[in-house]
């Protein structure tokens, strides 16, 4: 089946940094979906993006479409603590097929 | 506005045991429903999904099983539970296709806060 290649599996950066993950597919995806997860808890939506080459940002997170539609990329710029958690890329083709997900990308912000 | 609730939020059993975990969604009518499970700090394992009553796809063979009984609830169940069915499971919706302004098909999906299973 379809697979997405998200890195880094994790990373560890100072509070104030910026951050930058991405995910690539070998395959066509229509929608990119980027969520976060915190500990023990459900994964939370953060930005949904549906045309290639699309730029949106939500407050310091900021997400791309690819113009290839085969990857996407997640930056969050001047990082806090509160920014731990895990990062899910997740991709679909139409519309009532599952959602692909990455494997995550495991952040931890030393202060 | 819509909500998703589980329960419940934690659960021990003995292996063995049978399971039943339960998922309801508010504030929306014949969603896609789906279950996950998580490891201890790995990806998410899509098990079953539902784009509507009495219909269920299976993407893992298992001893699980899923059910909806009714349009906004969805059900994972197990007869007898085995160690590595311990983890995470996450109920998530999703409002099917749809097309945006732009004619372009979206199907954002929303997670549940998650049922921690721990089989003994």
């Known amino acids: 089946g379809q697979q997405l290649n998200q890195s880094p599996q994790s990373m560890f950066i100072q509070e104030g940094e910026d951050v930058s993950m991405n995910c690539t597919s070998s395959?066509?995806?229509?929608?990119w979906l980027w969520y976060k997860q915190d500990p023990g808890e459900g994964p939370v939506l953060l930005i949904a993006l549906y045309k290639a080459g699309e730029l949106t940002s939500n407050g310091r997170l900021t997400a791309q479409f690819g113009i290839t539609r085969k990857d996407s990329f997640l930056n969050i710029s001047a990082s806090i603590p509160s920014d731990v958690g895990i990062y899910f890329c997740?991709?679909?083709?139409?519309?009532?097929?599952?959602?692909?997900f990455g494997k995550g990308t495991r952040l931890s912000v030393i202060a | 506005s819509q909500t998703i609730h589980q329960w419940p939020a934690t659960l021990v059993q003995p292996v063995g045991s049978p399971l039943s975990l339960e998922c309801t969604v508010e504030g929306t009518s014949n969603p896609n429903l789906y279950w996950y499970r998580q490891a201890a700090g790995r990806g998410l394992q899509l098990l079953f999904y539902?784009?509507?009553?009495?219909?269920i796809s299976s993407e893992v063979p298992q001893n699980l099983s899923a059910s909806r009984p009714q349009d906004r609830q969805f059900i994972l169940s197990s007869k007898k539970l085995l160690l590595s069915d311990s983890g995470f499971y996450l109920c998530?919706?999703?409002?099917?296709?749809?097309?945006?302004?732009?004619?372009?098909?979206?199907?954002?999906?929303?997670f549940g806060p998650g049922t921690r299973l721990t089989v003994l």
């Open positions: 997740a991709g679909q083709n139409s519309g009532n097929t599952p959602l692909v």
């Open positions: 539902s784009v509507g009553i009495g219909q």
């Open positions: 998530a919706w999703s409002g099917g296709a749809g097309t945006s302004a732009q004619g372009v098909y979206y199907n954002e999906q929303f």
């Open positions: 395959s066509i995806f229509n929608t």
